[in-house]
């Protein structure tokens, strides 16, 4: 089957770095996507990874690795702002979307 | 602003009634796309439509229909609810087809099914 697997929830600390990791299990391969959520509001685009590596924007970096399934958003200088639920999809070789449950960011004074 | 607008933000409605809906996007974005979102579990794709004139079935179509009559509509309708169709509901929109580009999502309506 197809799934996407990321935490639940996570808490950090304002200023401070945290990495959320995803792994993915997709009939092939066409790339990763990350959104951010805030609560009661619309998923947003965050960052798009298809070849193996960092790519970076800002205070947020997205990572992938192609051969482990596995990519992770990196997030620096967290402000209070940050607080939102991630959510990673995969795109498979249909070009459907497989979407994760979404990781609770909880970020603390 | 230019985006996409949902309506109604949040409904209830009783068993067996007929809801629709809407969706209209400004971007002149080829994709369009219905999602649900319930507690714990990921998005899943309920419709999408292409282009103008094609509509196609996603992970959950039962109990939902659409139509794509120009670039800008695409509703979404509840031909008779029910409980389980409680959830929030997100249209989206991308200039690619398929799910392959950026999403742009609406606010959401929340509906509730009693």
């Known amino acids: 089957g197809q799934n996407i697997d990321q935490p639940t929830e996570m808490t950090a600390t304002e200023g401070a770095i945290v990495q959320i990791n995803c792994t993915y299990q997709t009939s092939g391969f066409n790339g990763l996507f990350w959104y951010q959520q805030h609560a009661g509001e619309a998923p947003t685009f965050l960052s798009y990874?298809?070849l193996d590596g960092l790519e970076e924007k800002g205070r947020f970096s997205s990572f992938l690795s192609r051969s482990k399934g596995y990519s992770y958003l990196l997030l620096k200088e967290l402000q209070m702002k940050d607080s939102a639920s991630y959510l990673c999809a995969a795109l498979n070789s249909n070009y459907q979307l497989i979407w994760g449950a979404g990781t609770k960011l909880i970020i603390k004074p | 602003i230019a985006g996409i607008t949902q309506a109604p933000t949040s409904q209830i409605l009783a068993a067996g009634r007929r809801m629709t809906l809407r969706c209209t996007q400004d971007?002149?974005?080829?994709?369009m796309y219905w999602y649900r979102q319930d507690l714990g579990l990921g998005l899943r794709l309920i419709h999408y439509s292409n282009t103008a004139g094609t509509t196609g079935k996603g992970e959950v179509p039962d109990g939902y229909s659409v139509s794509r009559a120009n670039t800008d509509d695409f509703p979404l309708t509840l031909a008779s609810a029910v409980p389980s169709q409680t959830s929030v509901y997100f249209c989206?929109?991308?200039?690619?087809?398929?799910?392959?580009?950026?999403?742009?999502f609406g606010e959401g309506s929340r509906l509730t099914v009693l």
């Open positions: 989206a929109s991308s200039l690619l087809a398929g799910e392959a580009g950026e999403l742009f």
């Open positions: 990874n298809v």
């Open positions: 971007m002149r974005h080829n994709a």
